[in-house]
């Protein structure tokens, strides 16, 4: 089966309108194994659309056009997907008493132009809107193709897709097998080194397949199998996941949609350990994703922004020679900031970091994405020196994400 | 002119990843007052990516490809381009350098892989890369078409359309009228208020437009006005802007893609006075804004995230009665943030943070959202009590805004 989306809104091309619609229902059209092959996206144009839909007809089985469905003169859905599947509309009674229950609620005279929201094509299948007045419209075209039409609003979209689209298109389009994807989150190294370690694999082909996505601080892999049950598609997932780790190992630091700062989270709470963090060049964006977590005041007890020279020697002791000598930015701060920061707050841990984020307070010797890192535990001190591209906010991040995946391999002991 | 988007990657049709190139892309367009009338994504697919080019490059004058430029297997952009312009690619000197350069900056060995990306079409002008190591193309096809390929990640194509493309498109594409836009940003408001407030703007006609757009700590009011000249929509934008600002006054913090730690940041230098922030249920996060300005060094001395009350009497010297007698989360202790991490820090200002990022940590009295927020500065204390709305991020994003806009008020002595 093969599906494909149709945006309509001239909203989203002059780019008001960031469009989630598109990722709600991909993902949906994903979870129920039918392959989806193209998004497009057209202005309110009786033209442009028409020859969009028709074009999306002939070559997929299922078409899910979203938008263009309201009450203005704006809204040509309706009326061209009457035109391009030569049906008629029909003033439909049961879509007109909703529209007019929808105003009385609000006690709000219906206005006229509403009643354009009630000609629906005839032989159409009715998906009632119970936030707004448009309906979705699910319109066999012939036995095997089907156009459904959904409200451009998403609180209005996303109710009907769960409650009735979804469960039509599991039960007449899914087929007989079953998609499950698994994420595999990998940092420390970069993209082209990942994808040197498993370029095998990422020729794979279906049923089971990898792909690589580099974010900013992580390497996705993204593996996607089919099958006919569930069991069946995550026994094919698990087998090359095993690969996957014994290749990446310790780079590897999480699944699906965790974040470093959550599986640092589960240690703590079984380990019963605290930490406390001094920051310089991440400017406080390392202590803001470890309270991302809810609870994280059980094991995160103080973070210092010591963003000054003053207050790194007044409050954290660090010598004025130390910093003359070595500068801010050196291996011999990184590991004093994580050494009294942790006697400061009297923690099992402490993390320093200092770095240069850009794009001023470079010096010759000391690049933009220089960064020092630095762990203090109980019975040693783990250091490292790294040297991160991009912008500001990229270096920002991405020294964040080594200082907690120093503590996440600290925990793990990997490092 | 008409133009169209392409956005190349399986991972968009699988929902991964919100399209936000489109959005920035579209504005572009829309302020060069060129048009666009479509967005398509494929996947990573010859046959599909093939058609879809073929069929951009027949309707439309400029062709706009995103993605698919990396170095691995799953990158055909330059394959397919090729294919469909019937052009060579050929090895680019110019562009291997900057690909080796890119990983000598880092002292990694450049993979094999990355030799892909300098493979390029016979007759593009190359677009640097100064974030990564796919360049842009711009692909002449006749007298007439342009073939335009960017890489997908944000942060590598946003710069080289600043600087190159975005020129090179005004130079030989722009129509003969201008499109202006400018955002008017507001906090301290909810959405319905300030829809209140401007109802009557928001009925506005073309030429001069408005929108309303919420975001998590910001309203945005959107006017956009069309003229021959940029002057004349200037002027009409100027005029709409005034009435604006005559409604929501000190509610106005910015324009266009302006954040408050710009904004702060300005003043900052100005006055070149100095500030400090202990923040408790924001995280980190105020700290880690004022830090996204390079340069905040010169007047951000130090942040503490007090996130235990052990770190907020033995740093902070708030005393243990008052923590029992009010709570963590209370005026008082607020107050005592902003006094003494100005005073421990010798700044002329201090900010001090309070309150429940939920979901956790709640009481009766204190429900998630709350949050006390007290600026100290020379001869006064200011001081404020809110309540958010949302879930713990929105929270922690609003009370930061909140307190950062106190910041901005006490210097236009707005409060």
């Not at 309509?8 to 059209?29: D, H, P, Q």
């Not at 040297?387 to 503590?407: C, I, K, N, P, T």
């Amino acid at each position: 089966m093969q599906a494909e989306i149709i945006s309509i809104g001239t909203e989203l091309l002059l780019g008001k309108t960031v469009n989630t619609n598109t990722v709600y229902l991909s993902r949906i059209l994903v979870s129920l194994g039918i392959d989806l092959f193209y998004h497009t996206t057209v202005g309110d144009n009786r033209t442009r659309l028409f020859t969009v839909l028709k074009r999306a007809m002939r070559r997929s089985d299922i078409v899910i056009a979203t938008g263009g469905l309201g009450p203005t003169v704006d809204d040509i859905t309706l009326e061209i997907i009457a035109q391009a599947t030569q049906k008629k509309l029909n003033l439909n009674p049961v879509v007109l008493r909703e529209i007019k229950k929808h105003f009385q609620d609000r006690q709000i005279p219906m206005p006229k132009a509403n009643i354009r929201q009630a000609l629906i094509p005839e032989g159409t299948r009715v998906l009632k809107n119970e936030v707004g007045t448009a309906p979705g419209l699910i319109i066999p075209c012939n036995e095997k193709k089907v156009l459904i039409a959904l409200p451009g609003v998403p609180a209005e979209m996303e109710p009907m897709v769960q409650r009735d689209l979804s469960p039509y298109l599991a039960k007449n389009f899914s087929g007989n097998w079953v998609i499950v994807s698994r994420i595999i989150r990998i940092t420390g190294l970069a993209e082209s080194q990942v994808n040197q370690k498993v370029k095998d694999l990422l020729k794979s082909k279906p049923p089971l397949t990898v792909g690589i996505y580099a974010h900013t601080d992580n390497i996705e892999l993204n593996i996607t199998a089919k099958a006919e049950s569930k069991s069946k598609a995550e026994k094919l997932i698990a087998s090359l996941e095993r690969k996957i780790h014994k290749r990446l190992k310790k780079y590897i630091y999480g699944t699906n949609q965790q974040t470093l700062e959550q599986i640092i989270a589960a240690v703590f709470s079984k380990k019963k350990m605290s930490l406390a963090v001094a920051e310089s060049c991440t400017g406080g964006l390392i202590s803001q994703r470890l309270t991302n977590i809810s609870g994280s005041s059980k094991y995160f007890t103080l973070g210092i922004v010591a963003y000054s020279n003053q207050t790194k020697q007044s409050l954290l002791g660090i010598p004025a020679q130390t910093l003359t000598q070595y500068g801010a930015v050196s291996k011999e701060v990184a590991v004093l900031l994580a050494k009294n920061v942790r006697q400061l707050a009297k923690t099992d841990l402490g993390l320093g970091v200092t770095g240069i984020a850009g794009p001023t307070g470079t010096t010759k010797d000391k690049p933009v994405g220089l960064a020092h890192i630095a762990l203090a535990a109980p019975r040693k001190i783990l250091y490292q020196e790294f040297h991160f591209h991009g912008a500001r906010a990229a270096v920002r991040q991405r020294a964040s994400q080594a200082a907690l995946d120093m503590l996440r391999r600290y925990f793990a002991k990997q490092i």
